[in-house]
């Protein structure tokens, strides 16, 4: 009795300690599961196709015609008919100039060159006073004057400067104000007519005064027609049709000849600018085919051309971008202001041998495919040692997966296998022109050629533990591999 309790006993001990050890056993699996890496690949065929170089980017749609409207003279805006977004033409009153200051200085210049002339008159009678001339017909009796004399030294010795007699009558010839004695035109003993001239006085001060009046008439009148201008400039007109795009004032305002007033565009004549990445640039070239797509026209796209491209970029938060200058084939229905998405066409070839840019790697500066086994490769023999270099060294870097799992088919175009099962070698290739999904192949491939493309993928027995929950009291059953055929170790 006593030997079969102890025997229940040590069963139940023995069942126990089996669970708590399967139990451990599975816990110490479960956090001691570590990452694994399979490959998920796909196969593709070698095929000839257009392949197109793209720089896309988003812009604005701008008038490739804009005038700007400033004022030749400065005043207050007395008059302003239009406003932002209206619609000009040629020769309309745009804005009016307070003309108070062009117009005072008009009447202030026409006063000044009226009261000119009176003294130019004045002037020019005065040298006409400095001929002295016989004052009736006669015979010069006596000369007092000699040229150079002064008149105001001959007055006290002489009743006048000549004496002249007229039959019995003698009459002497009166003294001017002042005045120098220039020249002599008779002597004693001369017959005279009435009006003859007989002496001329020193006219150089009197000539560089006329001079001087002159000058001064022509700066006032030069004057005059500077301010005329700037009259008629305070009527300010629309150089040409358009849209009103900017206006920066308001009645009341003060202008001059620095500030905008207004820009005009023309609507019929549109182009987009978009700003190009600094790693782009270089690709764009003027005259290149783009392909416009806007956001409030859906049904429709647009063509356009490279105009040009700004060589002075501009930075925003460390980036770099260059302005690029599209022309528009047509702007049914666009409008200045909206919001553009183009595709610029800066590369492209046509009928080449290309595949999918996810089956290209580069090691060691030149660039490779893994071709499926099956798959004759023209021109790849020459390439037989590199390959084999290279596939040494995928080896090599693979080692860790050898035990993965080799299930699938090569001939699937998609399924998972670990890297160092895939059915394949490395092929080193030439290639050309890309995008983000096409490369083109110069060298080394032939069109149908079948190549492999190998996406890595993450996966645990965590993970796998995790799907699959606990089974039982050991909680811990066998990971199920994932369909396809996943790795396992």
Avoid at 134 to 154: C, E, Q, Y
């Amino acid at each position: 009795m006593q030997v079969s309790k102890i025997k229940k006993i040590l069963a139940v001990l023995l069942i126990v300690a089996v669970v708590g050890g399967g139990s451990y056993y599975g816990y110490k699996k479960y956090t001691s599961s570590k990452v694994t890496t399979t490959t998920r690949f796909a196969t593709a065929k070698v095929k000839r196709t257009d392949i197109a170089v793209t720089v896309d980017g988003t812009g604005t749609v701008t008038s490739a015609e804009e005038t700007d409207i400033y004022s030749s003279n400065g005043g207050i805006v007395q008059e302003l008919p239009f406003k932002l977004g209206d619609t000009v033409k040629s020769g309309d009153l745009f804005c009016r100039i307070d003309d108070t200051t062009s117009q005072k200085n008009i009447d202030t210049d026409r006063n000044n060159i009226a009261q000119k002339n009176l003294d130019l008159k004045n002037l020019e009678i005065t040298l006409d006073n400095l001929y002295i001339k016989a004052p009736i017909d006669g015979i010069v009796k006596s000369v007092f004057a000699a040229a150079g004399d002064d008149v105001t030294s001959l007055k006290p010795a002489y009743g006048g400067l000549a004496m002249m007699t007229a039959g019995s009558l003698e009459i002497p010839i009166p003294f001017p104000s002042s005045g120098k004695i220039s020249q002599v035109y008779v002597s004693a003993g001369s017959t005279v007519k009435k009006g003859d001239t007989l002496f001329k006085l020193d006219d150089s001060t009197i000539k560089n005064n006329i001079q001087a009046i002159n000058l001064q008439i022509q700066q006032l009148q030069n004057d005059l027609n500077t301010q005329q201008t700037n009259l008629s400039k305070t009527s300010i007109m629309c150089p040409k049709d358009g849209i009103v795009s900017t206006l920066d004032i308001k009645q009341g305002d003060y202008v001059d000849n620095t500030k905008l007033i207004a820009s005009i565009i023309n609507p019929s004549d549109l182009q987009i600018v978009v700003p190009v990445d600094e790693m782009d640039i270089d690709k764009v070239k003027a005259g290149e085919d783009a392909t416009v797509k806007v956001d409030d026209i859906k049904d429709k796209s647009y063509t356009g051309h490279v105009l040009k491209v700004s060589p002075v970029g501009k930075t925003t938060n460390n980036v770099t971008t260059y302005d690029v200058t599209l022309s528009l084939d047509n702007s049914d229905r666009l409008r200045v202001g909206m919001n553009a998405t183009v595709t610029i066409a800066v590369d492209k070839k046509t009928n080449v041998l290309a595949v999918p840019a996810e089956a290209i790697t580069e090691r060691n500066g030149k660039k490779y495919v893994t071709v499926q086994n099956n798959t004759s490769t023209n021109g790849s023999k020459g390439n037989n040692r590199e390959n084999n270099n290279f596939q040494s060294k995928n080896s090599n870097s693979n080692t860790g997966n050898s035990n993965q799992s080799r299930n699938g088919s090569a001939g699937q175009n998609s399924s998972n296998r670990s890297s160092s099962s895939i059915p394949g070698r490395p092929v080193a290739v030439e290639t050309g022109i890309q995008n983000q999904s096409m490369v083109e192949i110069v060298s080394g491939l032939s069109e149908n050629d079948t190549v492999i493309i190998q996406f890595p993928q993450s996966s645990s027995n965590n993970q796998n533990m995790m799907r699959n929950g606990m089974n039982g009291a050991s909680g811990f059953g066998g990971a199920s591999r994932p369909s396809g055929g996943g790795g396992r170790n």
